[in-house]
């Protein structure tokens, strides 16, 4: 496996900085997301209420975005994410009134788990994918998927850090300390926007004459960008939110929150420990493509998701933090595998014109998914049923679900570039 990092042109390089960018502010405001909002007075169900606002919203905005990149232009679809971040983190900064909280978190885009929510993912994907080979792809992938957990790695440490820091020397209080967070959150969004600005022409729609219909008009798009790959793309999305679902129960606010009231982990140690597990998971992640390339995306998508689903399940049951501990980072060291292969397989398995549309729907699943988690974890959070650790056990046996129905129902479903030509004879 080689270990070259891809920067293949100008175009890649700026994705892969706002790819760091973005999940640097993401993972630095989701370890004190939960702990801010309790700080603000909100219930545990309250908090998990307006987690799950900040997911669903995420489907009202996003959808539309993405649905309409590819035509309208994917450079300012980005831009509009991007003031959409900053507009959120402002509103979180200067209120600590529910309602406004609550509009903020749907219309707006924040991470509470400090993965990728928002038009991002999906636009940039479809401009990587625009931009290098089919062979290239989901290498590609797994160094934009290390690049973007290692920001949060870093984001959720420097968070901890600071807010101790804040904290213990410098006299502020738990809230000044989380606000300070708040405020690099939303600058971060300012800086976004003016970098996507520099995003070329390479980037957008611009299929090459191989990949075009031989003759006929060009295909009408029926339904939210797409034409001839819906029912795979719905297919898709269909189980992507069944995972995603699941792993809306061990968003990082949450198990940050879990981690505190069961073991009492201050913000530093917090910060030590998300910062090795996502640190972790951007590495199991460069594996990816050489796995498929012996075994194929769809098993390199299951036969790496399931063990660490099994891990996360056996988190809870763990007597004390440091097994407890070990346990989330022997799963998170290879939880993330499955993430460019899943991304590389849906990017083959559509036209080239659909690609933002396609991962768009797929990623708008995902979130729908994933928004209608955070008040259940709200209510399992509550002080007398939080130190069983229900959110982990519930998580991992989804997912289990997850890989076995992917599997069963996409095994037939090859992509071009693993098709063996046929023998002549």
């Not at 910062?275 to 194929?296: E, H, I, P, T």
């Amino acid at each position: 496996m080689s270990f070259v990092y891809p920067l293949y042109s100008a175009d890649v390089r700026l994705l892969f900085v706002t790819r760091a960018i973005r999940l640097f502010a993401y993972g630095f405001l989701a370890l004190i997301l939960w702990l801010y909002l309790a700080e603000l007075g909100l219930t545990a169900p309250r908090i998990g209420l307006l987690l799950t606002m900040t997911l669903l919203g995420d489907v009202l905005v996003s959808l539309p975005i993405t649905a309409t990149a590819d035509r309208v232009g994917r450079k300012w679809m980005l831009i509009v994410g991007a003031v959409l971040m900053a507009a959120a983190g402002a509103v979180f900064l200067s209120t600590d009134d529910f309602l406004l909280l609550l509009v903020a978190a749907t219309i707006g885009v924040i991470s509470p788990s400090g993965n990728e929510v928002g038009p991002f993912l999906a636009i940039e994907q479809a401009a990587l994918a625009q931009v290098v080979t089919a062979e290239r792809r989901t290498r590609v992938f797994a160094w934009y998927s290390l690049t973007g957990s290692l920001a949060t790695a870093f984001g959720a440490l420097l968070c901890g850090l600071t807010v101790q820091g804040l904290h213990d020397y410098a006299g502020l209080t738990k809230l000044e300390s989380y606000r300070a967070v708040l405020w690099v959150y939303a600058g971060v969004g300012v800086l976004l926007a003016i970098l996507f600005t520099r995003l070329s022409r390479a980037a957008e729609v611009h299929a090459p004459p191989a990949e075009r219909p031989a003759e006929g008009p060009p295909p009408r798009r029926t339904f939210l960008g797409l034409h001839r790959s819906r029912g795979v793309v719905f297919g898709l999305a269909a189980l992507f939110a069944l995972d995603a679902f699941a792993g809306g129960f061990v968003i990082q606010s949450a198990m940050v929150e879990w981690f505190q009231v069961r073991f009492g982990a201050d913000a530093a140690t917090l910060g030590v420990i998300f910062w090795a597990a996502n640190f972790l998971a951007g590495f199991s992640a460069l594996a990816a493509a050489a796995v498929a390339r012996r075994v194929g995306l769809l098993r390199t998508m299951v036969y790496t998701h399931a063990p660490s689903n099994v891990l996360l399940i056996l988190v809870p049951l763990m007597p004390n933090l440091p097994l407890a501990v070990a346990v989330l980072l022997l799963r998170f060291a290879i939880s993330q595998m499955d993430v460019p292969a899943r991304q590389s397989y849906t990017a083959a398995l559509v036209s080239p014109d659909e690609r933002s549309a396609a991962a768009g729907v797929t990623g708008v699943a995902r979130t729908a998914g994933a928004s209608l988690s955070p008040y259940l974890v709200g209510l399992l959070l509550a002080p007398e049923l939080a130190p069983m650790g229900w959110p982990f056990i519930i998580s991992g046996a989804l997912k289990l679900v997850y890989d076995g129905l992917v599997y069963w129902r996409f095994r037939a479903a090859v992509p071009p570039e693993e098709k063996r030509p046929a023998r002549k004879g």
